[in-house]
T-cell receptor, first 118, second 108 residues
Framework: EPEVTQTPSHQVTQMGQEVILRCVPI?????FYWYRQILGQKVEFLVSFYNNEISEKSEIFDDQFSVERPDGSNFTLKIRSTKLEDSAMYFC????????????????FGQGTRLTVV | QKEVEQNSGPLSVPEGAIASLNCTYS??????FFWYRQYSGKSPELIMS????GDKEDGRFTAQLNKASQYVSLLIRDSQPSDSATYLCAVNAGKLIFGQGTTLQVKP
């Protein structure tokens, strides 16, 4: 069964360092997302990506964050200068379609990357 | 501000009982509604989607949608200890907006 895969599963980084979280979405999906979940809190939307550009981003997704689809399969989230408060689980998700239209709007999540900033 | 509200629980039911999980949402424009299950430390796993008013059944799970009342629910019949998890309601309003989740405990 197709699935979203994320690497690494756990990343420990020093405050101020750059991290890149990687995701391989499901192959026929066109919409890609990053979400995060701080321990004990709700899953929060960060950004959606379609046709090689950002569709929507939340207020959390400030200038420290960027996303890229460097090739036909990978989708990355970069945090330029990590802060302690960036410590969270980061989930990548993908769906065939996003909002209305034809096709399946169901979004499937990867297993997550646990980012710990020390 | 688009919101999705759930009772955080915990909701405790005995094995074999029906668990009823509820969710309300604020955005009237939303068209797609989802229930995810999340085990501790794991990612959300899609278990049900519903797009039209009424009931949708899949095995032991039934999702119910009432757009007029902006209300979504999930019934789990014959609850098993393995159903113990946090259940996340999510609404597609251009992106998925999640509730805080309801923790379900099924006691043997």
């Amino acid at each position: 069964e197709p699935e979203v895969t994320q690497t690494p599963s756990h990343q420990v980084t020093q405050m101020g360092q750059e991290v890149i979280l990687r995701c391989v979405p499901i192959s026929n999906h066109l919409y890609f997302y990053w979400y995060r979940q701080i321990l004990g809190q709700k899953v929060e939307f960060l950004v959606s990506f379609y046709n090689n550009e950002i569709s929507e981003k939340s207020e959390i997704f400030d200038d420290q964050f960027s996303v890229e689809r460097p090739d036909g399969s990978n989708f990355t989230l970069k945090i330029r200068s990590t802060k302690l408060e960036d410590s969270a689980m980061y989930f990548c998700a993908s769906s065939e379609v996003n909002w209305g239209g034809y096709g399946n709007t169901e979004a499937f999540f990867g297993q997550g990357t646990r980012l710990t900033v020390v | 501000q688009k919101e999705v509200e759930q009772n955080s629980g915990p909701l405790s039911v005995p094995e074999g009982a029906i668990a009823s999980l509820n969710c309300t949402y604020s955005d009237r424009v939303s068209q797609s509604f989802f229930w995810y299950r999340q085990y501790s430390g794991k990612s959300p796993e899609l278990i049900m989607s519903i797009y039209s008013n009424g009931d949708k059944e899949d095995g032991r799970f039934t999702a119910q949608l009432n757009k007029a009342s902006q209300y979504v629910s999930l019934l789990i019949r014959d609850s098993q200890p393995s159903d113990s998890a946090t259940y996340l309601c999510a609404v597609n309003a251009g992106k998925l907006i999640f509730g805080q989740g309801t923790t379900l405990q099924v006691k043997p």
